[in-house]
């Protein structure tokens, strides 16, 4: 019988479905359809998630697995890190490895094992990349500019400056005061840009950050096709990359940074090297259940609590301890 995983990554829930192990994967219209109930925070399985992780067999020469990442709604996300943590923790007690590659839609990207965070909090670093500045990229259109890097665009909001950069996945980025991150500007904008809209017309995952120090940020993110998120590994990550070029007093390359988000912490390093940018995002890996639930089921997509035998593994509790002995950093309600 095969097993779900209910996991997150800085409280940035998912469900981990390994189609190798079922004797039929399941289609994409299927994927879509279990996705979409199971993830339902009101009718989902424990709570709901924000997607669901599919593990399949590699298709790149030299990677040992596949991720793909169903958001909630159905959509299907480029990339996603802190789903990639999960999916990377998975794999390697699977396949019993520390470090490979897993293939993402846009790149093979490097996976690698972590000292745990705390006792019972495990880690895992994972490579955040390509990195693209260009319209086409994300794409973008209508706002007067090739390319957002600090700039004006008051067609999206007044008196804000905005970077978009894809990693690959769309973000769309603004360095605001903490009044700005608390009230509802942020949601405003999401919700525009990920509905019908002239400027980004896939829509586009909105992150504010306020910079809390050298080194320090503190990250709010609207995710396309999700909504709020406690934490966005690839936002975290664009974020950074902007922290970095646009505030180089406060923070440099190849150095650490600590991004504080509402569900927890990560750490940022920034490179650039080959004349190419790239970023380690290195944060929990945590898993609180494992679903055992018939296969059939899975196909029907109709998946109730009531199906499955579900096992608490306990290691919230951990991630939760962890998260209590942070500074108290955490600026949204």
């Not at 709010?220 to 975290?236: L, P, Q, Y």
């Not at 490179?271 to 290195?282: A, G, S, T, V």
């Amino acid at each position: 019988m095969p097993t779900l995983l209910k996991v997150h990554g800085s409280q940035n829930q998912f469900f981990i479905l390994d189609q190798t192990s079922l004797d039929q994967p399941l289609t994409d219209p299927e994927l879509r359809q279990l996705t979409r109930h199971i993830t339902d925070p009101q009718t989902g399985l424990l709570g709901g998630a924000d997607g669901v992780l599919v593990v399949d067999k590699p298709f790149r020469d030299g990677s040992q697995a596949q991720m793909r990442v169903i958001n909630a709604d159905g959509s299907e996300a480029t990339m996603c890190g802190n789903g990639l943590r999960t999916v990377a923790r998975y794999v390697a007690s699977r396949d019993y490895l520390d470090q490979f590659k897993v293939d993402t839609i846009d790149a093979s990207l490097r996976v690698r094992k972590q000292d745990d965070l705390a006792a019972g909090v495990p880690a895992f670093a994972v490579e955040i990349s390509p990195v693209r500045f260009n319209k086409e990229a994300l794409p973008f259109d209508n706002l007067g500019h090739d390319r957002l890097l600090a700039t004006p665009a008051p067609e999206i909001w007044p008196q804000l400056r905005f970077s978009a950069i894809a990693v690959p996945n769309p973000h769309l980025i603004s360095f605001v005061d903490r009044p700005a991150l608390q009230d509802d500007v942020l949601g405003v904008i999401g919700r525009r840009l990920n509905g019908e809209n002239p400027y980004f017309s896939d829509g586009v995952n909105v992150n504010f950050a306020h910079i809390l120090g050298k080194n320090q940020l503190f990250v709010r993110t609207f995710e396309r096709g999700v909504g709020f998120t406690n934490a966005c590994g690839t936002g975290m990550s664009a974020t950074s990359l902007a922290f970095v070029l646009l505030h180089p007093d406060q923070a440099s390359f190849d150095q650490p940074i600590d991004v504080f988000n509402p569900g927890g912490k990560v750490r940022t390093i920034v490179h650039y090297q080959d004349q190419e940018y790239w970023i380690e995002l290195i944060g929990n890996a945590t898993f609180t259940h494992q679903i055992t639930v018939d296969e059939a089921v899975l196909h029907q997509g109709n998946v109730q609590e009531a199906d499955c035998q579900i096992t608490d593994t306990g290691e919230q509790e951990a991630y939760q301890a962890f998260v209590d002995q942070l500074p108290k950093l955490n600026l949204v309600d």
